[in-house]
């Protein structure tokens, strides 16, 4: 495809598009880059580059693009029954099927879902739903759920309030009311010089702290991505779960596990409080559950809370599309494949260490004071000096970025922590195409970083 191709969409970009999380003018004055097919891993852009897709789109696509098994589903679905609700008291075959499906491979004990459009209606749901859980449990001030500092829950006003992104907050004079946040269990950016599972266990006494701050009788629930993902692939030193798991079981309050992204495969388990052995109240879900080819989210939820929300009258929430049938559809067929072609055994037993032994070789460029990763997720934090941790001045994070485009290779920058999450699919002459590019783009850094 030809130059004049690319400028004439780029400027349709300019004239008509507002995308998200975007700095228009920037972006405007550099033109958007055009994605136009993706195959496996790889997307081509409209100038014919071939790019490795290390973010399987948003953490997404866990089964790789161009799944014509999906297509067919879909389109098998919209001739059938391309939409109908689940309002009042009505269901469809697709949405119950799916449901089943979802119990099958959730935690034992989780065998409900409430169906949504995205990840941010999941927790826009979950809010709603705790505080229906405790009014109906006859504890009306039971209300307050706290949430993690640079933990992302979406971008609707609930999602992103339980979030701790403090940029999204200050924009929209967010939080809204009963929430609070705790530190996170960041250990490179905000360990100093504690030990890592000394550090897990200090942030992790802070929820016994906010709750007996806030009064156990005010808190609702305590909400966390097993895996802190938009925030920088934080992967929590070995005592923070245990110890969290232990100040919950002190107190009467749900456990809400952020499943967006680490479900549905990503750590090598069904869902990241599996690999944690957690064992949550609520997992909202989203992303990897149609492995992007349709939007679709949902709320898995604990039996216990069930029986209690039964007695609750009605629940006054939904939306028109919480389990539309064609996204359903892919969904099931999603599963399907997920299980049947053995996809998490194999990021299990082959790919996962596979790719974990050749990023961490990254450890030794000059650029990398900590290379981390777990399952098929991985991050590189960008400093001046691995010694002291000092960081460069100016955004190096996204000149890597930027390097890595220009090479064929996305890889999304986090500040200065750059991070993958490649399809499950990859395989390993894949994962060493990855791992060179991101040398190579850590070198092309570097000497920008020295100019
Ligand atoms: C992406 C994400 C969300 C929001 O999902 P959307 O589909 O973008 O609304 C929520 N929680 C986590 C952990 C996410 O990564």
Same mark, same amino acid.
């Given at each position: ?82 939409y ?17 499906a ?46 993690r ?26 939080l ?33 702290q ?18 802190q ?49 957690n ?55 999603? !599963?399907? &494949?997920?299980? =049947? %072609? ?5 990021? @299990? +037993?082959?790919?996962?260490?596979? /790719?974990?032994? #050749? ?27 691995k ?36 399809? !499950?699919? &990859?395989?390993? =002459? %894949?994962?060493?195409e990855?791992?060179? @590019? +991101?040398?190579?783009?850590?070198? /092309?850094?570097? #000497?920008?970083?020295?100019?």
């Open positions: 495809m030809s130059e004049s191709n690319t400028l004439h969409w780029q400027n349709l970009s300019r004239e008509h598009l507002l995308p998200p999380f975007s700095d228009y003018r920037e972006l405007n004055a550099k033109g958007a880059r055009i994605i136009t097919r993706a195959s496996g891993v790889y997307l081509w852009d409209s100038k014919g580059n071939r790019i490795l897709d290390g973010m399987a789109g948003l953490w997404c696509v866990n089964i790789g693009y161009g799944r014509e098994e999906l297509v067919e589903a879909a389109a098998r679905q919209m001739r059938e029954l391309p109908y609700n689940l309002f009042f008291q009505t269901a469809h075959t697709p949405a119950l099927e799916l449901a089943n979802i119990a099958g491979i959730a935690p034992i004990g989780m065998d409900h879902v409430f169906f949504t459009g995205s990840g941010s209606e999941s927790n826009d749901t979950v809010l709603r739903m705790v505080r229906h859980y405790w009014m109906t449990k006859g504890q009306p001030q039971k209300q307050v759920i706290i949430g500092w640079n933990g992302y829950h979406g971008s609707t006003v609930a999602g992103a309030s339980l979030g701790g992104m403090k940029a999204m907050h200050e924009q929209a004079g967010l809204i009311s009963g929430i609070e946040h705790i530190d996170q269990p960041y250990w490179y950016g905000e360990g100093d010089d504690l030990d890592p599972d000394e550090f897990g266990i200090r942030v992790a006494e802070q929820l016994e906010k709750i007996l701050e806030v009064g156990e009788d005010k808190v609702a629930a305590f909400i966390a991505e097993p895996i993902g938009a925030g920088g692939v934080i992967i929590p030193p070995d005592s923070y779960w245990p110890k969290i798991r232990e100040i919950l079981a002190r107190y009467d309050i749900l456990f809400i596990a952020d499943e967006v992204i680490c479900g549905f495969g990503r750590t090598g388990e069904w869902f990241g409080s599996d690999y944690y052995g064992a949550p109240d609520l997992m909202p879900i989203a992303k990897g559950l149609t492995s992007g080819y349709l939007p679709m989210g949902g709320v898995i939820v604990r039996d216990k809370v069930v029986q209690v929300l039964n007695e609750g009258g009605e629940f006054y929430h939904g939306f028109t599309y919480s389990g539309h049938p064609v996204a359903a559809a892919v969904a099931l067929e999603n !599963l399907r &494949i997920l299980k =049947e %072609e053995n996809i998490l055994e194999r990021v @299990k +037993a082959k790919t996962s260490p596979y /790719l974990q032994k #050749r990023w961490r070789e990254l450890a030794d460029h000059p650029l990398v004071g900590e290379v981390r990763g777990l399952g098929m997720l991985g991050a590189l934090e960008l400093v001046k000096d010694q002291t941790r000092e960081r460069f001045p100016g955004a190096i994070g996204m000149r890597c970025r930027e390097h890595c485009l220009d090479n064929g290779l996305v890889m999304r920058a986090v500040g200065d922590t750059m991070i993958i999450s490649p399809p !499950l699919v &990859i395989n390993e =002459e %894949e994962i060493d990855l791992v060179t @590019k +991101a040398r190579l783009c850590l070198d /092309l850094t570097a #000497r920008d970083a020295r100019a």
